[in-house]
């Protein structure tokens, strides 16, 4: 049925959940196994006298992302998937943006990914790529709700 899955992660434990899932979902249609991580690298703080300011610490991130793709890769070799992973650099752009651009060019049969699974003031302020997917997705979307530290049967990425 599905032919090819993109996966988005950012190292959470809820992105460790959408990892779970994808991979046992490719495991069982024998499909392409796409990861994704996209590294925001624009960050406005305030500063001490009230202005905005903007600080880059891209090497850190860069870093960061290729450790969480290397550790999605390697739970998904383990689990005897094939996969590949791809890291993507925002600047100031949704991450859902560039999660929807990569499965119409890739293109994707299914996106899965973790949510938080956040209501009313919390998914207010803290917004929800998830829920921006999901309502402008091309194609299907699975979004796997992680409410503790062993939801999935099959922890990979443990």
């Not at 600080?55 to 999605?72: P, S, T, Y």
Request: net charge negative; hydrophobic share 40%.
């Amino acid at each position: 049925m599905y032919k090819k899955i993109l996966c988005p992660v950012d190292g959470s434990q809820t992105s460790n959940c959408g990892i779970n899932e994808a991979i046992n979902l490719a495991k069982d249609q024998k499909a392409e196994l796409r990861f994704l991580h996209v590294i925001d690298l624009y960050f406005p703080i305030l500063d001490a006298s009230g202005d905005l300011n903007i600080i880059f610490i891209d090497e850190v991130l860069r870093r960061n992302g290729k450790q969480v793709l290397k550790k999605a890769e390697e739970a998904a070799h383990k689990a005897g998937v094939m996969c590949d992973s791809k890291g993507i650099e925002a600047m100031s752009t949704k991450v859902s943006e560039f999660i929807i651009a990569e499965a119409e060019e890739w293109p994707a049969d299914l996106i899965v990914m973790g949510t938080h699974g956040l209501r009313g003031i919390e998914r207010l302020v803290m917004g929800s790529d998830a829920e921006t997917v999901a309502r402008t997705s091309p194609v299907p979307v699975l979004l796997v709700r992680c409410l503790s530290d062993k939801d999935s049967k099959n922890d990979y990425t443990s």
